[in-house]
Antibody, heavy 119, light 114 residues
Framework: ELQLVESGGGLVQPGGSLRLSCAASGFTFSSYTLHWVRQVPGKGLEFVSGISRTVGRTYYADTVKDRFTISRDNSQSTLYLQMGSLRAEDTAVYYC????????????WGRGTTVTVSS | DIVMTQSPDSLAVSLGERATINCKSSQSVLYTSNNKNYLAWYQHKSGQPPKLLIY???TRESGVPDRFSGSGSGTDFTLTISSLQAEDAAVYYC??????????FGQGTKLEIK
């Protein structure tokens, strides 16, 4: 079964850091582009970051650029999102998402992990 | 960034009736080299992850019922549910994946059963 399972969410103080993980199974992880998409409570979907299947190409929404870092470990079939300088507005459900490659639709979504930034 | 604007923000439709959701992009998402519109539709039910329904503006994802269809080109797109079923109540999003990220989403349209 194709599956993406996020972990690492939780409560963190403003200015703090958190690392999200996404474990993939059921497909050849290294062959796909992976992304993080978030949903702020009561709001819509927002693209956060993506990393190509090819080495080195990463991209970020302006709202998280220079604060978040996406990475992947193909040997462990795991995607990461290192989040720093967290703000209240980063509070959201974070989804791990797959696409065939860059500039393709998002075909597999994880169930999400919740990040709450609050003092 | 390309701005995606959906209309309406919400609608209520009776079972068995047609539901139509519109999506407009601030610039064309048609790539003329391959004649593909880089536009997708997703269904999002509460407590579940979003689900891909339509990609390339009109190609139905595997397993999606054929009552769901997508149309349009360039900047104007439509998601149509031909005969609404109870399980179709959800929030629907369009998304462009034409530009280098962010791959922007519309604000969402909440579909309720009347």
């Amino acid at each position: 079964e194709l599956q993406l399972v996020e972990s690492g969410g939780g409560l963190v103080q403003p200015g703090g850091s958190l690392r999200l993980s996404c474990a993939a199974s059921g497909f050849t992880f290294s062959s796909y582009t992976l992304h993080w998409v978030r949903q702020v409570p009561g709001k819509g979907l927002e693209f956060v970051s993506g990393i190509s299947r090819t080495v080195g190409r990463t991209y970020y929404a302006d709202t998280v650029k220079d604060r978040f870092t996406i990475s992947r470990d193909n040997s462990q079939s795991t995607l990461y999102l290192q989040m720093g300088s967290l703000r209240a507005e980063d509070t959201a459900v974070y989804y791990c998402v797959r696409s065939d490659r860059d500039f393709y639709a998002f075909d597999i979504w994880g169930r999400g992990t919740t990040v709450t930034v609050s003092s | 960034d390309i701005v995606m604007t959906q209309s309406p923000d919400s609608l209520a439709v009776s079972l068995g009736e047609r539901a139509t959701i519109n999506c407009k992009s601030s610039q064309s998402v048609l790539y003329t080299s391959n004649n593909k519109n880089y536009l997708a539709w997703y269904q999002h039910k509460s407590g579940q992850p979003p689900k891909l329904l339509i990609y390339w503006a009109s190609t139905r994802e595997s397993g999606v019922p054929d009552r769901f269809s997508g149309s349009g080109s360039g900047t104007d797109f439509t998601l149509t549910i031909s005969s609404l079923q109870a399980e179709d109540a959800a929030v629907y999003y369009c998304q462009q994946y034409y530009t280098t990220p962010p791959y922007t989403f519309g604000q969402g349209t909440k579909l309720e059963i009347k």
